[in-house]
């Protein structure tokens, strides 16, 4: 299968990929997807338990995450495999990793001795809690730092258990803040030579995008609640039922809210001083909220839509995947794109983001099928092992 060229900005760079599951394994997504060399580490065997993640008789979600890496199977838990993955490690500008904190210094693989050796070299570490403090050495998946960090308390219905998304935000806020550290870490070495560590917590991922929530309570004693579809105060902004389906309208804005009611053929709600100003429309949200309902109640989607466009008013339809796949727009984007997998055929997914002009980045090479897929490339070419020394590895299973 031909490989498209790589234009992307990172390209020249390797990065090599420890851990499993998300957080590490997406932010080695974001690096290839922007041009770099990856070279995935998964254990002999199964591989990488994203392998089998998804929904679906057949799981595809491995397609996505694996996608421009090259995998290299490599039991970590062994000497043979850590003076095996040292080796790769001296080949490379960046290591990822998402393991337990203590993991790799348990294997040999402390970053201040792989930075002794490789003064240059960029260490990307993701875990539950941090590399310190007193919960470092605790378990942490993503959705419990979700819940440490504000996010699920104030997901969900007031009167309902706090809910979550359908995905998992909270490995991949911990992998983009890791991915961005990366960045702004190979800036620093370029202009110094040095490389570093980058820590990265689930929680602290999470705490980041709060926006005011513990300003607002350090102030003025105010805990955000649980508030089901709306912003407590930020109205209109929020999904109504038309005819046929949900439909999502954002007119908050003063201005906005004014063209909204010339399309509802509703122009005395904009004088009414219950609703005339940001802060009367946040006290009688939920009046508001039921008087818009109950109009666009009466009219299909495509109607809705037609109106809001017309009169300049942010909203649009509820996409699901098939409504995605269907889009004009999406489609002369190119935010989703058709990929020649090796394991499944066509397949369409999210194209790389974000887009650049000058070095674009995308989808080279389809995810690995097995495990090890890239053995021979990896240990044989690069670090030179022979095909016998191979043979060995593979029967003691180190690789």
Partial sequence: MSQPPNTGALKGLRVVEMGQLLAGPFCGQLLGDMGAEIIKLEPPGRGDPMRDWGLGEEKVQWEVIARNKKSATCNLRVPEGQDLARRLIATADIVIENFKPGTLERWGLAPEDLLKEQPGLIIARMSGYGQDGPYSDRAGFGGIGEAMGGWRYIVGEPDRPPARMGIS?????????????????????????????????????????????????????????????ILPGIAPSNVYQCKDGPFMIGANNDAIFKRLTQAMGRPDLAEDQDYATHVGRGRKQAELDAIINAWTAQHTIDEVDALMIEHSIPAGRVYTAKDMLADPHFQAREAIVEVETDGRGKLRMQNAFPRFSKTPSGIRRPAPVTPGQHNAEIYGTLLGIGGEELERLAAQDVI
């Fill in 169 to 229: 935000i909270g490995d991949t806020l911990c992998a983009t803040y890791g991915c961005m550290g990366v960045l702004a870490a190979l800036h620093h070495r370029e202009k110094t030579g040095e490389g570093q560590v980058i820590d990265t917590a689930l929680y602290e991922a999470v705490l980041q995008v709060m926006e005011g929530l513990v300003p607002e309570y350090d102030h003025g004693g105010v805990i955000r609640e649980r508030s089901g579809s």
